[in-house]
């Protein structure tokens, strides 16, 4: 159910005047401030701790909006978002003239989607009738609404829980459908360059190439590997979604035997998607779906649970390496990286 036109409206003046608001994608809760004003885009930075020259994703009303944040457009940008917007597709562009550098990381790339979250949709929209932000732009920067570098939040009670007072508004959408950050395809190289997909997401390279007609290139590191080659992005460190208690990937044979406490003098909670054996040691299992799509939904609402509990060892069953779960893996090592506040991924034993 949406929120009374009054409570949009005030979001709307909100952003407007330069304030935070949080508000559900069908990804995970954003963050958002007027992507147009410095200032504002600056109280994100500071409400998550984030690095200034990490860039920021800008969400927009409709795709109408794409030419007033991004130049030099190739057709493929036009195909994928008639596919695929509104969705979890954010597209890599050239930034358009006279948009803030802040929002970039200082880059002349922009990182731009339109969210399928009825809630979120409601508020870009409105923010547009009402005129937009600063210059008449009407665009949202909405990293996730949480630390940086820890889990994203997937219900409006792990924002309140995470940045309280520092968010003026948080639009309450209930649990998001998708439950994992957007697929992130850089376009910005030109038209020589292959697509490259930065970041994987529900929208897989399978996907898009239905789209435009070739397979994306995937990862990170082109073959020339310059390095001013590839965009920075959001959710590209090696560390990432990561909660404060320690955690390893492990199969589901070996963890039996690390949960049990005299293998490990630890406290140890388990997340799997396989049924766990009976005499398994653990102070806590939770059990996600052997489903892909429903594994990503429940995934960060069972890693802060298992945060919260009084483990002292995250152990996580490794999911199968299918393009199905590729998503799925690639947050899972992130957050094994970045665990503990250790920034290097452990060993499995």
């Given amino acids: 159910m949406l929120p009374e036109a009054a409570v949009i409206d005030h979001a709307v003046a909100l952003l407007q005047a330069g304030e935070l608001v949080a508000f559900p994608t069908e990804t995970v809760y954003g963050l958002g ?3 147009a004003n410095p200032a504002a885009v600056g109280r994100i930075f500071a409400a998550k701790g984030r690095p200034a020259d990490h860039p920021l994703i800008v969400h927009l009303p409709a795709d109408g909006y794409l030419d007033h944040w991004a130049s030099d457009i190739p057709r493929q940008a036009w195909e994928l978002t008639e596919a695929f917007w509104p969705g979890p597709l954010t597209l890599i562009l050239r930034r358009a003239r006279g948009i803030p550098s802040v929002v970039t990381g200082g880059q002349e790339t922009i990182g731009l989607r339109v969210p399928a979250h009825p809630l ?8 547009a009738e009402a005129g937009g932000g600063l210059g008449g732009l009407c665009g949202v920067a909405a990293p996730s609404a949480n630390r940086f570098g ?3 939040p997937t ?3 792990h924002v309140r829980a995470e940045l309280g007072e520092s968010v003026r508004l948080i639009l309450d959408g209930g649990r998001c459908a998708v439950g994992i950050e957007s697929t992130i395809l850089d376009l910005s190289r030109g038209a020589g360059e292959a697509p490259r997909v930065l970041r994987p997401g529900a929208i897989t390279p399978e996907q898009i190439a239905t789209v435009i007609g070739r397979l994306p290139a995937v990862g990170s590191q082109p073959q020339d590997a310059r390095a001013d080659a590839v965009p920075r992005v959001p959710g590209a460190l090696a560390a990432h979604y990561a909660p404060a208690t320690p955690m390893r990937l492990l199969p589901a044979t070996d963890i039996a035997r690390l949960a049990s406490a005299p293998a490990t003098g630890r406290r140890c909670a388990v997340l799997c998607h396989s049924r766990m054996a009976a005499e398994t040691a653990a102070l806590l299992v939770r059990q996600l779906p052997a489903d892909p799509t429903r594994y990503a939904r429940e995934l ?3 890693l802060r649970e298992l945060d919260q509990s009084s483990a002292e060892l995250i152990v996580v069953e490794e ?3 299918t393009a199905a779960w590729s998503a799925i893996a690639d947050r899972l090592r992130r957050a094994a990286c970045g665990a503990g506040g250790v920034g290097k991924c452990l060993p499995a034993a």
Avoid: G
């Avoid at 979120?120 to 923010?127: I, Q």
């Fill in 120 to 127: 979120a949709l409601t508020l870009l929209r409105a923010f």
């Fill in 155 to 157: 219900e409006a009670a």
């Fill in 319 to 321: 999911v199968p390496a």
């Fill in 150 to 152: 820890r889990i994203s």
């Fill in 300 to 302: 960060y609402a069972a």
């Fill in 33 to 35: 401030a007027d992507a």
